[in-house]
């Protein structure tokens, strides 16, 4: 270090490791593998099995998530999440006895796996990692800051002794109308300590290629109106992780590469106490990592301004993408379709992402509409080259996560009053070669002469009573041919009038046929 504020000795930016090329970095979640792999054969063939599926893809960061407020493996610092089960005992033991009998039997698939795995000697983060690495995969693991799922719950089995133990070292003591409320406060040491003896012992166990700190699970790491005294408590802690990092590269003789997930603007990150420009900046981190938190995939993510913002830095800027999509909080959620994920990365690469981040989108029925298509969106999402030409639609989201105080962001549901004119900025990556139209979805029907749709100026129609793939089958849903000339590539400009009074529930740009599928969230 020179200074507290200076670059590490003999190590500053990573531009000679910045991408060439583009791909995708995949999170798995630390519960996935065990709950789907509940009573498959307990061997490593099976944990090869499950990396098998990412080789030969556009996957090139394979991020395994080790912990919730427990951990996947038999650690010595935390709680693993078999601690207190017993293999012989029943659904309503102890440690499940706070769940009802439908999350009891979820929940024990998950430890149960997990504990027999270990039973059996078989570390599963190990096994992993050598065979990602074997398979050309670049092997990370992920830690998450501040897991508080299931806070409302204090006895739920992922809980850990010491947060149960210690509620002064949470966030708010005063409310607790959010999980987030019971999160960690990191501006106490205690906390900050804890957290570090889990970043030490993944060091010393494990041989990876990269440690990414998931800031955004969930968020909210300092007591409200804190966070800007956090924001170079948060730098210090980066920059004891990294020299952590420093000390496992001398031993095992490779460079290790350190990540972050924080929010998708800039200045909704630095009001949450995340200083990720000035980390990059100095020298701290090989990627980062731009995201939602869960509710909606983000689609117009400032990613233009984050490259300026990281220029000379040669941190690798991923995108991520949540498998949920809708326009808005009140929405019911929706799974993601091959074609709504073509248009999020085809728009984020074409504004300057090096990676597509794909969270939640693991080898289950649930991770898109059609589960049929994860293979190929394996194969497709992290290149523009291999998405031209295809069908891709790019819908209007909304921003879930904002700092205190901070203004929010969504333009839906938007009232449409007689006369008045409605505007959506849609970026649609590269000029479409093909058929294209605008869909719209409202809650209650329009008559074909009462809505006019412009794009950049031009009119656009007839209107068409439609029944493309929607989030809710009983909105009534209509769309309009596009002129060839006016789609454009990047922005583009949506205008709507009505001469009746309704209200917008959904907007997007269409690429193709107007077909797919989006799948409610169970």
């Known amino acids: 270090m020179v200074g507290k504020m200076g670059l590490r000795s003999g190590r500053g930016p990573a531009s000679a490791d910045a991408p060439s090329t583009p791909g995708i970095a995949l999170n798995e979640d630390n519960s996935h593998f065990f709950y789907t792999r509940m009573g498959w054969p307990v061997t490593e063939s099976t944990v090869d099995e499950w990396v098998d599926q990412y080789a030969g893809t556009q996957v090139r960061e394979l991020v395994m998530c080790v ?19 017993d293999p012989d005992g029943p659904d309503d033991q102890p440690l ?26 078989i570390d599963t983060y190990a096994r992993r990692i050598s065979r ?6 670049s092997p990370w693991l992920s830690m998450r800051m501040n897991d508080v799922h299931n806070a409302d719950d204090e006895a739920c089995h992922i809980h850990s002794r010491f947060w149960r133990a210690r509620p002064d070292l949470r966030r708010v003591g005063y409310r607790s109308d959010r999980w987030t409320d019971r999160a960690f406060d990191y501006g106490q040491p205690e906390v900050r300590a804890y957290h570090l003896s889990l970043v030490e012992e993944l060091a010393g166990r494990y041989d990876f290629d990269g440690l990414e700190l998931d800031w955004m699970r969930f968020g909210f790491h300092f007591r409200p109106g804190f966070e800007q005294e956090g924001l170079p408590i948060l730098t210090e802690f980066t920059r004891e992780v990294r020299r952590i990092l420093d000390g496992a590269e001398r031993r095992r003789g490779h460079r290790i590469r350190l990540g972050a997930r924080v929010p998708t603007r800039p200045a909704t990150a630095l009001g949450l106490g995340m200083d990720a420009v000035g980390w990059a900046r100095e020298g701290l981190l ?20 984050w490259k300026q913002l990281l220029s000379g830095t040669g941190t690798v800027l991923a995108a991520g993408l949540e498998a949920i999509v809708r326009p808005d909080p009140e929405m019911k959620p929706v799974f993601n379709s091959i074609e709504t994920v073509r248009g999020m990365a085809s728009s984020l690469l074409a504004r300057g992402a090096d990676r597509i981040y794909l969270f939640n989108y693991m080898d289950w029925e649930n991770a898109m509409s059609e589960s049929a ?44 009053n007689p006369g008045e004119w409605k505007e959506f900025r849609i970026h649609v990556g590269p000029r479409p070669e093909c058929r294209s139209w605008i869909g719209l979805c409202a809650d209650a029907p329009f008559s074909a002469e009462a809505l006019e749709v412009r794009l950049n100026g031009a009119p656009c129609g007839p209107c068409v009573m439609t029944e493309f793939a929607k989030p809710r089958a009983e909105l009534p849903s209509y769309a309009w041919e596009i002129p060839e000339e006016a789609l454009k590539g990047g922005f583009n400009l949506v205008e709507i009038r009505s001469d009746m009074e309704n209200r917008l529930r959904w907007v997007e740009i269409g690429v193709g046929p107007a077909k797919g599928s989006l799948k409610p969230r169970l």
Not at 132 to 137: E, H, M
């Open 67 to 85: 912990n919730c407020m427990r951990t996947g493996h038999d650690s010595a610092v935390w709680e693993p999440i078999w601690s207190g089960y």
């Open 373 to 416: 298509t994860y293979p190929r969106l394996l194969r497709e999402a992290g290149s523009l080259e291999t998405m031209a030409g295809k069908p891709r639609r790019h819908v209007v989201t909304f921003s879930d996560t904002w700092a205190p105080g901070e203004p929010e962001g969504r333009l839906l549901p938007a009232p449409m």
């Open 286 to 305: 090989d990627m980062l990592v731009v995201t939602p938190f869960w509710a909606s995939c983000e689609t117009d993510m400032p990613i233009e301004i």
């Open 96 to 121: 499940l006895a706070s769940l009802s009998p439908a999350h009891r039997r979820h929940a024990r698939r998950w430890v149960h796996t997990a504990w027999a795995f270990h039973a059996a000697g």
């Open 132 to 137: 990602a690495r074997a398979k050309g995969l």
